[in-house]
């Protein structure tokens, strides 16, 4: 028998654990961008708008406010409520799934009729930084992120492999905005498993037509939209890369 805790229980580790995707990663660019495996695409240029623009506090009330809704209201399916285990399954249909949905999503937003949420504010940034990947208007954050969070809560599962999803999937995301290429995004199972890499989405910034998914590349290569990093002007193979 699964039992159900209070709804501000799941709203406090939920809130707890998304933690790592922001703080982590502020942590983990502060310790590792001076070591020579943490290798540049393209040297950094000061752009002087990631965060002035970017309300962090307007941005943590809504996600606040939406979350806590989404727990008190039980905008879920039930079987969220289960803390006794978790379902892999679960977990990778909603990494698919959400990703597909947030591909046509974020290429609604860059059509006329979709700009209306203002996502092109983002790609003011036409060199992704870690800060950048926060750097986003309330429309799109609403489309981007907590529409696609709140229908992936109605995949049967368990409440550990819904924190799961949101922690991967908000991490892969940060990270593509890092500017870097990470050690583990040349190797072979991250190739097979299609993920998204900084290059992936470093092109999209260039060439906003094409890379629209966050994270599993074969949405772009089924929807058409993919541009191979290799290709690209801008970006850098290892041996073009001067460390600073």
């Known amino acids: ?80 409520f289960n803390m006794n285990s978790i379902s892999l399954i679960s977990f990778i249909l909603k990494m698919v799934l959400s990703d597909g949905i947030g591909t046509m999503l974020h290429k609604y937003q860059h059509s006329l009729s979709g700009r209306i949420f ?30 696609g969070w709140i229908l992936m809560g109605f995949i049967p599962g368990s409440f550990w492999d819904h924190c799961l999803f949101l922690v991967i999937s908000s991490l892969i995301k940060r990270l593509c905005h890092s500017n870097y290429d990470h050690p583990w995004e040349n190797t072979k199972l991250y190739r097979l498993l299609k993920l998204v890499g900084s290059r992936e989405h470093h092109v999209h910034h260039i060439h906003p037509n094409k890379n629209f998914s966050d994270l599993f590349i074969f949405w772009d290569q089924l929807f058409g939209t993919f541009l191979d990093s290799n290709i690209v002007d801008g970006i850098y193979k290892y041996k073009d890369i001067k460390m600073r």
């Open 118 to 147: 203002d996502h092109l504010k983002h790609h003011q940034l036409r060199i992704p930084t870690l800060t950048s990947s926060a750097y986003s208007s309330m429309g799109e954050l609403l489309l981007s992120s907590h529409l």
């Open 1 to 80: 028998m699964t039992t159900q805790y209070p709804w501000y229980i799941y709203f406090a580790i939920e809130i707890l654990v998304m933690t790592i995707p922001y703080y982590g990663i502020n942590l983990y660019d502060y310790l590792t961008k001076s070591k020579p495996y943490r290798r540049e695409i393209q040297k950094r240029k000061s752009q002087g708008i990631e965060l002035k623009k970017a309300s962090v506090t307007s941005h943590t009330i809504i996600h606040f406010t939406i979350r806590s809704s989404v727990w008190y209201f039980n905008i879920h399916h039930k079987t969220m």
